[in-house]
């Protein structure tokens, strides 16, 4: 009985009318320097490709958010790349003021202070125990964040404003999701869809970017939502859900491999825990789209990343200083790539055109 079926379902399969193969953009988290890689990244593919907006579905998480919702929106890679390259004055370019407010820095060290103060006080009563049973006693009091993204919100949504760009899902041309994660349920969302598909788009990027720890968690109709990125890594299940064929995911941070100047551990803590950031989303990634490519076989999925070998530790994920730097190496590294590797995917793109 279980085999008719079967083949009942494979018959359907075969005899449905073809519609053109659909491809997808996903593109990881990784920060401000994570965003200025895909935005070179993007623009040599784009180079290659001969035009640009062949994408039907762009997914991005944290980062990935916001250069997937300007694209999606309809400016080419290319057009942010000299946007940013160049310092121009336009409503796009994405400047410290466009994440950090100019109290910021005032805010944080209160947030410290704060974070300092619970501690002392579980100690000052005379509590003997170990550090995390003082954090523990202290839960209430530490805060939720030390930067929040209230400013990254307002930055997006007037830059849509500006620049005449849509900050509705449901008017954008192009299917876009943004996945993030409810905190106090564990459970993935996606902005764009279902009953999340009115929220602005500013809005979803904000709460998908919520680094925990770094960002406190954004509130969106009552519900905390942090990163996208936790968890999961690209979200290209999503595309492949949607009916893409072709899914390009754009991985920006991969581990150092070991061939700095110093050790890492001279680095101090914030470059160890980058470092252990970075291994996890690289396992993560790579157990996902093997599973992915045996869940979905139809759907081809291809990597853009830095080489280990060769990509530079730029510095903090979300510092400003060497933006321009990760911008320009993902722009060159990938063209490299797309010479000695990219054939596969160039091939498949073309197909993908002369489909439409």
């Given amino acids: 009985?279980?085999?008719?079926?079967?083949?009942?379902?494979?018959?359907?399969?075969?005899?449905?009318?073809?519609?053109?193969?659909?491809?997808?953009?996903?593109?990881?988290?990784?920060?401000?320097?994570?965003?200025?890689?895909?935005?070179?990244?993007?623009?040599?593919?784009?180079?290659?490709?001969?035009?640009?907006g062949r994408f039907d579905i762009y997914i991005g998480c944290s980062a990935g958010a916001v250069v997937a919702s300007i694209l999606a929106a309809g400016v080419p890679a290319s057009e942010l790349f000299r946007i940013i390259d160049h310092d121009l004055d336009d409503p796009l370019n994405f400047r410290r003021s466009a994440v950090f407010a100019s109290d910021s820095f005032r805010h944080a060290a209160g947030r410290f202070g704060r974070l300092v103060w619970a501690i002392g006080k579980n100690a000052i009563r005379g509590m003997r125990g170990s550090v995390p049973d003082m954090l523990a006693h202290a839960e209430h009091d530490l805060p939720a964040g030390f930067f929040g993204l209230e400013t990254l919100e307002r930055f997006?949504?007037?830059?849509?404003?500006?620049?005449?760009?849509?900050?509705s899902?449901?008017?954008?041309?192009?299917?876009?999701?943004?996945?993030?994660?409810?905190?106090?349920?564990?459970?993935?969302?996606?902005?764009?869809?279902?009953?999340?598909?009115?929220?602005?788009?500013?809005?979803?990027?904000?709460?998908?970017?919520?680094?925990?720890?770094?960002?406190?968690?954004y509130t969106v109709a009552g519900h905390d939502y942090v990163d996208g990125g936790v968890g999961f890594s690209g979200h290209a299940d999503l595309a492949a859900e949607g009916g893409a064929r072709v899914v390009i995911v754009v991985n920006p941070l991969v581990p150092n491999?070991?061939?700095?100047?110093?050790?890492?551990?001279?680095?101090?803590?914030?470059?160890?825990?980058?470092?252990?950031?970075?291994?996890?989303?690289?396992?993560?990634?790579?157990?996902g789209l093997t599973t992915l490519r045996m869940k979905y076989p139809?759907?081809?999925?291809?990597?853009?990343?830095?080489?280990?070998?060769?990509?530079?530790?730029?510095?903090?994920?979300?510092?400003?200083?060497?933006?321009?730097?990760?911008?320009?190496?993902?722009?060159?590294?990938?063209?490299?790539?797309?010479?000695?590797h990219g054939a596969p995917l160039l091939k498949r793109l073309q197909l993908q055109a002369l489909a439409v």
């Fill in 298 to 340: 139809r759907t081809e999925f291809f990597l853009i990343q830095p080489s280990q070998a060769k990509a530079p530790l730029f510095g903090p994920s979300m510092g400003f200083e060497a933006s321009r730097a990760a911008l320009r190496f993902g722009y060159e590294s990938t063209r490299e790539w797309l010479d000695e």
């Fill in 1 to 52: 009985m279980n085999f008719g079926m079967d083949w009942l379902e494979r018959a359907k399969e075969l005899w449905r009318p073809r519609q053109r193969p659909r491809c997808a953009l996903a593109l990881a988290g990784g920060g401000v320097i994570g965003g200025m890689y895909e935005v070179g990244a993007i623009t040599a593919l784009e180079e290659r490709m001969n035009s640009h």
């Fill in 169 to 217: 899902f449901p008017e954008l041309e192009r299917t876009l999701l943004i996945p993030a994660i409810d905190l106090d349920s564990a459970q993935r969302v996606v902005f764009g869809r279902d009953e999340l598909r009115d929220v602005p788009i500013s809005v979803a990027i904000a709460a998908s970017s919520a680094i925990p720890g770094f960002f406190e968690p």
């Fill in 156 to 167: 997006m949504r007037e830059a849509f404003d500006k620049r005449g760009l849509r900050n």
């Fill in 257 to 287: 491999n070991g061939k700095t100047a110093a050790p890492l551990r001279s680095r101090g803590l914030y470059s160890i825990m980058e470092q252990a950031g970075r291994i996890y989303s690289q396992n993560l990634l790579q157990l």
